[in-house]
C-alpha cells in the first residue's frame, strides 16, 4: 500500500519561499520505471489544480502555467520523496496542497488517474 505524506506548508507573506516535501512508502519510485508523481492544490469552491508533476524514467516535468518559473519539483530517489520548492509565492498561491502519485501511467499530467494521495499541507500567503 502507497502512502504519501506531506509537510512543509505554512504561512509566508507575498514574495516569500517554501518547499514542499512528499515522502512516500510501501512503494520505491524508480527511474526505471515510470511513474507519476506530484503536486496538486485546491481552495474551497474551485477545482482542484494540477500544480507539478513529474514523469520518472523519462524526464518529463509537467507545471501549471500559474507556477511556470516560479516553482521546481525534483525528486530525490534516495529518500523517495518529491520537493516542491515555492518561490515568489503570491497570495493567489494559498490552498491546500496534495502529494499525489500513479503506478506506471500511460501518460503523466493532470488528467491522469492517480490512485495514491496524501492527506494534504496547507500553504498560506498573506499580502
Known amino acids: 500500500q502507497v502512502q504519501l505524506v506531506e509537510s512543509g506548508g505554512g504561512s509566508v507573506q507575498d514574495g516569500g519561499s517554501l518547499r514542499l516535501s512528499c515522502a512516500a512508502s510501501?512503494?520505491?519510485?524508480?527511474?526505471?520505471?515510470?511513474?507519476?508523481i506530484g503536486w496538486f492544490r485546491q481552495t474551497p469552491g474551485k477545482e482542484r489544480e494540477g500544480v507539478a508533476l513529474?514523469?520518472?524514467?523519462?524526464?518529463?516535468?509537467y507545471y501549471a502555467d500559474s507556477v511556470k518559473g516560479r516553482f521546481t519539483i525534483s525528486q530525490d530517489s534516495a529518500k523517495n520523496t518529491v520537493y516542491l520548492q515555492m518561490n515568489s509565492l503570491t497570495p493567489g498561491d494559498t490552498a491546500m496542497y496534495y502529494c499525489?502519485?500513479?503506478?506506471?501511467?500511460?501518460?503523466?499530467?493532470?488528467?491522469?488517474?492517480?490512485?495514491?494521495w496524501g492527506q494534504g499541507t496547507q500553504v498560506t500567503v498573506s499580502s
Open positions: 499525489a502519485a500513479a503506478l506506471v501511467p500511460r501518460y503523466c499530467g493532470p488528467g491522469t488517474d492517480f490512485g495514491y
Open positions: 510501501g512503494y520505491t519510485f524508480s527511474t526505471f520505471r515510470r511513474d507519476c
Open positions: 513529474i514523469y520518472t524514467g523519462v524526464d518529463s516535468i
